[in-house]
């Protein structure tokens, strides 16, 4: 691992790349993450995803590491056991094939498998560890991303927003931080700005920020305030920045059109069909946090917290080019890889590495935020102004199993 397959590990994490840029990072911070370090790779076949797990963060300091490891919610193999010898040579063996059968990112699996070696304190690597680094990606991302979020004292979804670019009123995105459990006790201390969004009113919350509540797509506050500290009308309500403005740039539903619809809305630059379907509630709970405050809380679902996956970037494309155009709402392939698509309310997707699940969230930065670390394979997001051939094709290339597809196509808030 070079200097310059180092500069190729930032060009496959787009957010990682961009958040060296935005935070400015001193040469000294840089090598706490781990961006200075050399990995080796061994012609070594023995051994076990264990051995690997083992020596997560043996470059990091000892209080991160320790930190990191032992949380709940930010080391996701405190849980997974991992799988079976075949099962898993059967996976790794599909990932393979898929990247190498892509068009123009056929590079990208390699560094994407030493950069997370790089950036999870790992100095060297056999072959079952590239295995294991290419099956659990995704949790090996949630890792890295955690550790430079401490470097750096701010939250993860911090690093990972910043992929969307400056979307909200020409700013980044800002903080999407939630948890599971103890919201009342620990909302106070979440890093980012926390902003007014609206008021109570006859019990009911009134939004003004960043708009009011009846221009939102299937959004619903409830107040969940205690009673023996309920809340007052003219009272303010909180809500991190990063969700608020999440909100603001939903899809709006199309004018006479059902709920439930599904269908291409708009088309990208080959003409391929970008779809939308039904938005899904978004619904947030205001509470009486610790400080005194009303704040509003994302309801929970699989992945509140970005972390995970590899994040698109708008592609070079700007003219129509025969053989790019993609329908994957019917029988489609790419480089011989089979492209299964499904609406994002689908309540099943199909897990396999093999072939490169779509998975449409219409456009909607709320479950774009939040998907990623809804699946337990890896994930790729398609990012705005990136056309479906480059996403699908850079998405095989990194050994990944879904793609969210949220459209490709910029948010109007």
Not at 27 to 35: D, N, P, T, V
Not at 334 to 351: A, F, K, L, R, T
Not at 356 to 370: I, K, T
């Amino acid at each position: 691992m070079t200097d310059r397959g180092t500069q190729t590990v930032l060009n496959v994490y787009e957010d990682i790349r961009l958040a060296t840029e935005h935070f400015r990072l001193s040469s000294e911070a840089k090598a706490a993450i781990g961006l200075s370090n050399r990995v080796v790779v061994r012609a070594v076949k023995s051994g076990s995803p264990k051995d690997l797990r083992k020596r997560i963060g043996t470059r990091w300091e000892p209080e991160p590491r320790e930190r990191i490891l032992k949380g709940k919610n930010s080391n996701p193999f405190i849980y997974w056991p991992g799988d079976y010898p075949l099962e898993r040579y059967v996976r790794a063996l599909g990932l393979v094939q898929k990247a190498a059968r892509c068009d123009g990112y056929v590079d990208v699996f390699l560094a994407r498998l030493l950069g997370l070696a790089q950036l999870c304190g790992i100095d060297a690597v056999s072959f079952v560890d590239l295995q294991e680094l290419a099956l659990q990606a995704t949790y090996y991302e949630r890792l890295a991303r955690h550790h430079m979020a401490l470097v750096l004292n701010i939250d993860a979804s911090m690093i990972t927003n910043l992929a969307f670019g400056n979307v909200f009123q020409g700013r980044p995105l800002g903080s999407t931080q939630n948890v599971p459990s103890d919201f009342p006790k620990l909302a106070p201390g979440f890093r980012g700005d926390m902003v007014q969004i609206g008021t109570v009113q006859n019990a009911e919350v009134h939004l003004s920020y960043p708009t009011t509540l009846d221009r939102l797509n299937n959004v619903e506050f409830r107040i969940r305030a205690p009673k023996d500290a309920p809340a007052r009308d003219g009272e303010p309500v909180y809500m991190l920045s990063g969700w608020a403005a999440c909100l603001v740039l939903r899809p709006p539903r199309p004018a006479g059109e059902p709920a439930t619809a599904f269908r291409a809305m708009r088309h990208d630059v080959h003409g391929s069909p970008l779809y939308t379907s039904e938005v899904e509630e978004f619904q947030a709970h205001v509470k009486r946090v610790s400080d005194g405050r009303l704040v509003a809380k994302p309801t929970a679902r699989p992945g509140a917290v970005t972390g995970q996956g590899v994040f698109g970037r708008p592609c070079p494309c700007s003219a129509r080019v025969p053989g790019r155009y993609v329908d994957v709402a019917v029988k489609a392939s790419v480089g011989g890889v089979p492209i299964y698509n499904y609406q994002q309310s689908s309540s099943e997707v199909d897990d396999g590495s093999h072939h490169l699940a779509v998975v449409w969230d219409v456009g909607d930065m709320v479950m774009q935020v939040r998907s990623p670390d809804g699946h337990h394979r890896s994930t790729y997001v398609q990012m705005y102004n990136e056309c479906v051939y480059c996403a699908i094709n850079r998405a095989m290339g990194a050994g990944c199993t879904y793609l969210i597809a949220g459209g490709g196509v910029p948010p109007t808030g």
